[in-house]
């Protein structure tokens, strides 16, 4: 596609529910991104996936967090049991050279009630 | 890992004027910095990156410094106008990820 999707752009769960955010890169980018932005605060890296594989899932706040992606394309980010604490905005970036280049999707607005 | 540190916070100025925003890493071996502009409810986008073998760059209204044995690395706006108004972000990376500082909000007054 001509840009980086993100869906659903706005989410409102209630607290406990499992969570599913989807995006889907710029065709080719193989690399691809998560982070997150809380309110007034920076973004927050997450997990680091080259083609399928996730060399880096440091920034994984704790095991309720997971993604996968399939095909070198689409990621899906879900989080199970989601707190109050988990309500921010969720952004997936991609490129084609590592950290040079990211292209940021327009994120999901995640609120947890 | 990689921490970058942004200053100031927040920043208002007078359409016009120039603004400068900080920011500080702490790994040698980063060697990639761009900066990020972010419009109220739109995605983070690029406006002006430079590389470690590179001390200062330009395009148009804004430049970027470098200077890698203080390690730290700057924005300038000149001649600030509304539509700057945004957060910024620097961002710092030695590899496949970038580290970016906590943003700086900053506000054009006409």
């Known amino acids: 596609g001509a840009g980086v999707s993100q869906s659903p752009s706005n989410k409102v769960t209630e607290k406990g529910k499992d969570v599913e955010l989807r995006c889907d890169p710029i065709?080719?980018?193989?690399?691809l991104y998560w982070y997150r932005q809380s309110l007034g605060q920076g973004l927050e890296f997450l997990i680091y996936f080259q083609g399928n594989s996730a060399p880096d899932k440091s920034g994984l706040p704790s095991d309720r967090f997971s993604a996968e992606r399939t095909g070198g394309s689409v990621s899906t980010l879900t989080i199970q049991r989601t707190q109050q604490e988990d309500s921010a905005v969720y952004l997936c970036?991609?490129?084609?050279?590592?950290?040079?280049?990211?292209?940021f999707g327009s994120g999901t607005r995640l609120t947890v009630v | 890992g990689e921490n970058v540190e942004q200053h100031p916070s927040t920043l208002s100025v007078q359409e016009g004027d120039s603004a400068v925003i900080k920011c500080t890493y702490s790994d040698s071996a980063s060697n990639y910095f761009p900066w990020y502009k972010q419009e109220l409810g739109k995605r983070p986008q690029l406006i002006i990156d430079?590389?470690?073998?590179?001390g200062e760059k330009k395009d148009q209204r804004i430049a970027v410094t470098l200077n890698k044995t203080a390690k730290h690395f700057s924005l300038h706006i000149t001649e600030t106008q509304p539509e700057d108004s945004a957060v910024y972000f620097c961002a710092a990376s030695g590899s496949y990820q970038l580290t970016f500082g906590k943003g700086t909000k900053l506000s054009v007054i006409p």
């Open positions: 430079i590389r470690s073998n590179v």
């Open positions: 065709s080719g980018h193989t690399a």
């Open positions: 970036a991609s490129s084609t050279q590592g950290a040079n280049g990211y292209t």
